[in-house]
Structure formats: structure tokens, C-alpha cells
């Protein structure tokens, strides 16, 4: 027994060894290796690794796997087409890549990732073979890393330490010199910058770069949210330094320049806690029975000028991110909250978008140009819903900014109840065209003084919303419909949703026919009036929140280009983004190219721009992903107070390892491993999206509610686990 074992060792680490060959060979294969520059990198010099090299590389001549391209020098016998694409990772260690050259992704066994980490660009090589029918392949290269810096958690050792990161995408803990650790103490929460990674080593090497604090407290995990994606959480001094200097003060000079349109009715519609205000409404009723609605955006570019240290940092950051507690502006205060947001009753620099519109909402007449504007009045969403629902000037006191009754002045009244009129026309004729409607409910919290969560409640999209939204939409299309029907044509930033994938919407009909709906995928107008009819059938369901995510999730993802092919959502032949230029790169980008081509400049570089694009894009991904988590991290603080407390929830999602609740009265989304249910040996059934038991033939299925208790919260690593009660009918 014991000689057999030592056989089937021996043949292992000759196969091991000729992998490991190949491997180096196939990494480096424009160059050639002899025995001893192998016996290099594999760190061996003695006398019997040599031999053994040696016998490998002459045994892989034979067989044509290798070849002598001179005397004592092998290089690999390249045979296999090599792409590139992007490795998305799972939690497990392997990974699929995806690539153009592929419409499947390709499957990466953990034993083939060779030290790529995810989203990083890689080359490969495709097997001959398919595993279980999937393509499968082998990573040879890695083209560029995705990022280099990581969070997480460090233990330290008398010589050396570990960072121990927080993403579950990332497979391997980071190795610290001791001399790298910048004093953190054991247990910090950093931030690490990785610097090598040794062909002999098993983990990367890095340097710690900054400490976060330590893990719980409120502070560091918003600040290691921050740091996971690459997002700045202050601004450097120069830059602050820079904006503090600008001179914002309104002058003649530059009024004479502008439209001058401080005399026409002008007022904002915002968010209650806003503090930037990006935009504005001016309405005037004129002699030939038209209305003349503005719409008044920040003059951002008015003040960040291209190639200053200020437009470099609001290029880098592309947008501001709204975490659950703060924001995190794109600009310096003195500009998002001061100079550049359109405060009551202040005089202030604007880019226009000014339209002549009938009683039908047809636009008769345009104007775009920088004027000169001045605020009536600020409104609260709340408080301009007011006006629409009771059709009076009467602001009562639990929607009120100040928290008394007041009365506005009837012709600012007026003008939200006509402004609102002519939304609904314009909403309907979206609708009509083939836009689809997505109210998706957001959720938010009451923090108190320390940012702890005393309660959750949800936003969502009322006539006054609306009303601000169709307007911001009106203008974000006319100016993109005015520079992209020029001719000849004009490079410009679009914001471009392209038609959803078929096989996702296959995969939507699949999951929403469980619960009884049906999709029809005829043509494009059958395709987004079912979709609407979905969103309208499912609200106030237990299901809406599930359907609305699934639904979004099968939708393509907007992004910018200087390439437009429209917008699939809204049902816009053109389309940019133009009224947010505090919060968004892009919409400060429109406004020089705007002006530019007024100006009658000629059309700017294609490449320079479509590269701007793409890390707006980008920029806007990591954002929305930081936002994510942070609500996520509230959400189990949340249910940190909450462990004794049964909820009901509905299943959100089904895998063979447990399933996902979604609880109905707060949104949190937490696990129930398959391991913890004891009632039964449950097995997932893929076919019908459930877990189903052995014995009892008990199912639970996607979209059913049940009844679960919190069993663990984990701040740190953002896991919410349930214990699993029961059905409501068997436990309520």
C-alpha cells in the first residue's frame, strides 16, 4: 500500500511539474528558456530538480509540445488563439470571463485564474473541449489590473502581517512587510496598495497606505466603502485652496454678455435635506397664448475652466456619490452648495434651455444660451405636491420647510398647476411612444444625531417629481437633438440605452410567469407596453419590489458615448445629460460643447471625448455600487436592533446553497443557508425556482413570503443571515 502511494505521488509531482513548465513557457512565449533559467524560477538549484527539469523539457520536445528553437533552449508550441476579456470572479475562486470574441462567457477553474484578480483585463485560450457544455479556459496573462488598492482588516505578526480584505471577490489575503504596516494596529481597518506579486508567492505583497479605523465604528465603514471603490472621501488642499479663490461675485460685465432673465417668475423644486440646487423653472404666460418655460441649469463651466487643478478633480470623481448619510460631492462646497446652486432670491450665472410651448406641450420655439437668472422662491417636493393635490396657494404645516401653514404667492401657484398639466401631456406622449416607466421605491432612513437608523421608510415618485423630471427631460433631449441633427456632423456627449438582450427578457418572462403574468415580445411596442403593464399590474403586490429589480436588471445599461443610438427607456431618438452639472461630469462636458458649437466651433475630437465617456461611465458604476453598499451597511445596523423581532419577507432569490428573503416592511435582504432549515433535507429545484424537502415535499419558491428571525449581523463583510420560521399561514 504505502510503495502505491508513493507511486501515485511521484506521478503527481512529475504531472505537477510538467504543468508548471508548460505554464511558464505558455506565460512568456515569445521568449526561450533553458534548464537552469527554469530551475530559477521554480527556485530550485539542486542536482535532482535539475535532472527532473531536464527529463520534463526533453519528454514535451517528444511529444511536440514544446519545441528547441536552440541547442538547450525550449519555447512553447503555440497552437491555441489567444483573447482577451474582463474575469469576473466569484466568491468561490473561480470565475467566467467575459469577451467580445465569445457571445457565452468562458469559465475559469480556481486552478487557472493564474494570481488575476477581479475585473482585471486578462488574455486567455479557450479548451477544445466544453465542460458540462460550457466554454471553459485558462488565463495566460494579465493585460491590467483593475485596481491596486483593497480594504480590509490586519493581523499583525512579529515580522511580518496580513491584510485580510473585506470583498468576498477578493480570493487572497495580502502578505505586509512589517516595514509596510504605516503603524497600524492590530485588528485596523486599512487600506492597502498592492505592489508585487512573486512568481513563487502564494499571496500578493503590499504596503499599508492609509488606516480607516476600526471596523464597526460608523466613520470607518463609510470611509472603507469609499476606499473599496477608489472614491475620494476629501478633497486635496490645492483644490479646495483653488475654488475658495474664485471670484463669484455677479458683475455688469458679464450680465451684459448674458440673456438677462431675472424679471421672469423663477422658482426651484427639490428634495427637502438639498443643498445643491442644480435647476430651475421660470414660466411666463405670453400674448399669443404660449407659455415661455425655462429651464434655468448651474453655469458650472462658468467657473471650472479645463486645465485647472479643479476641473482635473471633478473630471477624476465624474459624480458625486450619495452614500445614506452623506454626500459626497463632485465639487467643493463653496461652488455645489454656494456659487453654483440656485438659492432663493440670489442672483446667479445659469445655462438656459428656453422653450415656447402650447396648451398641447408641443414645443413652437427654442433658445439655448447663458443668462442671468434670479430665484423666487424654493419649494420641497412635498411642499409643490401640496399645491397639485388641493389645487390652492396653501402650504400646510407637516409638509412646510419652515413647519408652520404659509400661502405662496398665487402666481407661483399657478405655475406649478400649469407646469404639471403639461408634464402629464408630455409623460403621456413618452408612454405612447414606448418609454418605460420605472417608479422603483427607494428606500431610505431616519438617522439620529450619531447616524444610528431609528426607522425606514420608502420614497417614491410623486406628480411633482414628475413634473421637475419631464422638464429636465425636455431639455436633455432638445439639446441633444440640436447638435446631433447638425450637418455636418459634431462629436457630443450622448447618454444612450441600447435594447434589451433577449435571452434576459427570456429569462424575466420565465420568472414573472410563476406568478402569473405574461410578456409579449412581438416587436418593440408590444415589448415595452407589456413591460409598463407588468410595473402597473405589480404594484402594491408582495412581489413589486422583486418584479421591479428583475425587470431593471434586464434592461441594458445606460452609459455615455459620443456614439448615439438613442435611448431604449425613454424612447428618445437623442438624448444627454445636461441639467445636473454639480453632480454629473458628463452634463458640464455638454455645456462647453454646447456653447462651443453657438459659438460656431468647429467639431472637437471624437477620441478625446469618447475616452472622457467611458470613465464617466465607469465613475458612475463604482458610485452607484458605493451607494449600494452603504445602504446595504445601514440596513443591518438596522436589524442590529432588531434580532429578537419576527419579520415577514418574501423569497427574493433561490441557489443551491439557500435562499434570499426580502423583508416586506423594510427592504432588507438578508440569507437563510439551506443548512439551517432542520424541518427536512431540502434540495434546490432549479426548474420551478425553489428549495424543496426530501421528505415532506415542503417547497419554498421564489416570490412566496415566509416568516424569519434574524440569526447573524456581520457589519463588516455586509451579510444579513435569517433563521427561517415558517410560512405565515403555519406561523402567524
Request: charged residues 30%; aromatic residues 10%.
Amino acid at each position: 500500500m504505502t510503495r502505491k502511494r508513493k507511486g501515485k505521488s511521484r506521478k503527481k509531482g512529475i504531472s505537477n511539474l510538467t504543468n508548471t513548465i508548460l505554464s511558464i513557457l505558455k506565460k512568456e512565449r515569445n521568449q526561450s528558456f533553458n534548464y537552469k533559467q527554469i530551475a530559477a524560477k521554480l527556485g530550485v538549484n539542486d542536482a535532482s530538480s535539475r535532472n527532473q527539469i531536464i527529463k520534463t523539457l526533453a519528454k514535451l520536445a517528444a511529444k511536440q509540445e514544446i519545441e528547441q528553437v536552440d541547442r538547450g533552449k525550449f519555447k512553447a508550441v503555440v497552437t491555441a488563439e489567444y483573447h482577451t476579456g474582463i474575469l469576473d470572479l466569484s466568491a468561490k475562486g473561480s470565475g467566467y470571463i467575459i469577451s467580445e470574441a465569445f457571445d457565452d462567457d468562458v469559465y475559469v477553474a480556481s486552478n487557472n485564474i493564474n494570481k488575476a484578480l477581479n475585473g482585471d483585463e486578462v488574455e486567455f485560450y479557450v479548451y477544445k473541449r466544453r465542460k458540462r457544455g460550457k466554454l471553459e479556459g485558462e488565463i495566460t496573462q494579465i493585460i491590467k489590473r483593475a485596481k491596486s488598492e483593497y480594504v480590509g482588516v490586519i493581523q499583525l505578526h512579529d515580522k511580518y502581517a496580513f491584510v485580510i480584505p473585506d470583498s468576498n471577490k477578493m480570493y487572497k489575503d495580502i502578505f505586509i512587510p512589517i516595514n509596510k504596516t504605516f503603524k497600524a494596529e492590530d485588528g485596523d481597518k486599512v487600506l492597502v496598495k498592492l505592489e508585487d506579486w512573486p512568481e513563487k508567492a502564494d499571496s500578493p505583497y503590499g504596503k499599508v497606505v492609509k488606516i480607516l479605523g476600526k471596523p464597526g465604528d460608523h466613520n470607518t465603514e463609510i470611509h472603507a466603502i469609499l476606499s473599496e471603490y477608489g472614491l475620494p472621501f476629501e478633497f486635496p488642499y490645492e483644490v479646495e485652496d483653488y475654488a475658495n479663490k474664485i471670484d463669484t461675485s455677479i458683475t455688469k460685465d458679464e450680465i451684459a454678455k448674458r440673456r438677462d432673465m431675472r424679471q421672469d417668475l423663477t422658482f426651484t423644486i427639490d428634495p427637502k435635506d438639498a443643498k445643491d440646487f442644480d435647476d430651475a423653472l421660470s414660466f411666463k404666460v405670453l400674448e399669443n397664448g404660449l407659455y415661455e418655460i425655462g429651464i434655468h441649469i448651474a453655469d458650472v463651466s462658468h467657473y471650472v475652466k479645463e486645465g485647472t487643478v479643479l476641473d482635473d478633480e471633478a473630471y477624476n470623481r465624474a459624480t458625486s456619490v450619495y452614500l445614506v448619510d452623506r454626500v459626497v460631492p463632485m465639487l467643493p462646497e463653496v461652488l455645489s452648495n454656494n456659487a453654483c446652486s440656485l438659492r432663493p432670491h440670489e442672483e446667479k450665472y445659469t445655462f438656459s434651455a428656453v422653450f415656447k410651448i402650447n396648451d398641447k406641450a408641443e414645443v413652437k420655439h427654442q433658445w439655448f444660451g447663458r443668462t442671468v437668472t434670479y430665484s423666487d422662491a424654493r419649494f420641497a417636493y412635498e411642499e409643490a405636491q401640496a399645491i397639485i393635490e388641493s389645487k390652492t396657494n396653501e402650504i400646510p404645516a407637516d409638509v412646510s420647510l419652515t413647519g408652520k401653514t404659509y400661502k405662496t404667492d398665487e402666481k407661483l401657484a399657478n405655475a406649478i398647476l400649469k407646469l404639471n398639466e403639461l408634464a402629464k401631456i408630455m409623460r403621456n406622449k413618452r408612454m405612447k411612444n414606448g418609454a418605460i416607466s420605472f417608479d422603483k421605491v427607494e428606500v431610505k432612513f431616519n438617522l439620529d444625531e450619531d447616524n444610528n437608523p431609528e426607522g425606514v421608510y420608502f420614497k417614491t415618485s410623486k406628480d411633482a417629481n414628475k413634473l421637475i423630471e419631464e422638464f429636465m427631460l425636455l431639455a436633455n433631449k432638445k439639446v441633444a437633438e440640436f447638435i446631433g441633427k447638425q450637418n455636418p456632423k459634431k462629436t457630443f456627449v450622448y447618454r444612450v440605452h441600447d435594447e434589451p438582450d433577449d435571452s434576459k427578457l427570456a429569462a424575466l418572462q420565465n420568472i414573472v410567469g410563476r406568478f402569473g403574468y405574461k410578456l409579449n415580445f412581438k416587436d418593440r411596442k408590444s415589448t415595452t407596453a407589456s413591460l409598463n403593464n407588468l410595473l402597473t399590474e405589480v404594484v402594491g403586490k408582495k412581489e413589486q419590489n422583486l418584479v421591479d429589480t428583475l425587470t431593471i436588471r434586464s434592461m441594458s445599461k445606460a452609459e455615455y458615448t459620443t456614439h448615439n443610438i438613442g435611448h431604449y427607456g425613454l424612447a428618445f431618438d437623442y438624448y444627454s445629460h445636461f441639467t445636473s452639472p454639480i453632480r454629473r461630469y458628463p452634463d458640464v462636458m455638454a455645456h462647453r460643447l454646447l456653447q462651443h458649437y453657438l459659438d460656431g466651433g468647429k467639431s472637437v475630437s471624437e477620441e478625446a471625448y469618447e475616452e472622457k465617456c467611458q470613465h464617466s461611465s465607469n465613475m458612475e458604476y463604482l458610485a452607484t455600487k458605493a451607494e449600494r453598499d452603504s445602504i446595504k451597511y445601514m440596513q443591518i445596523r438596522f436589524m442590529e436592533d432588531h434580532k429578537n423581532q419576527e419579520f415577514v419577507g418574501v423569497i427574493s432569490g433561490v441557489t443551491d446553497w439557500g435562499i434570499y428573503v426580502e423583508i416586506i416592511s423594510n427592504k432588507c435582504e438578508g440569507m437563510v443557508s439551506l443548512r439551517d432549515i432542520t424541518d427536512d433535507h431540502y434540495v434546490f429545484d432549479e426548474s420551478q425556482f425553489a428549495i424543496v424537502g426530501r421528505n415532506t415535499k415542503n417547497t419554498y419558491q421564489l416570490g412566496d413570503e415566509v416568516v424569519v428571525k434574524v440569526k447573524n449581523t456581520d457589519l463588516v463583510k455586509k451579510h444579513l443571515d435569517f433563521n427561517l420560521i415558517g410560512k405565515p399561514e403555519d406561523v402567524l
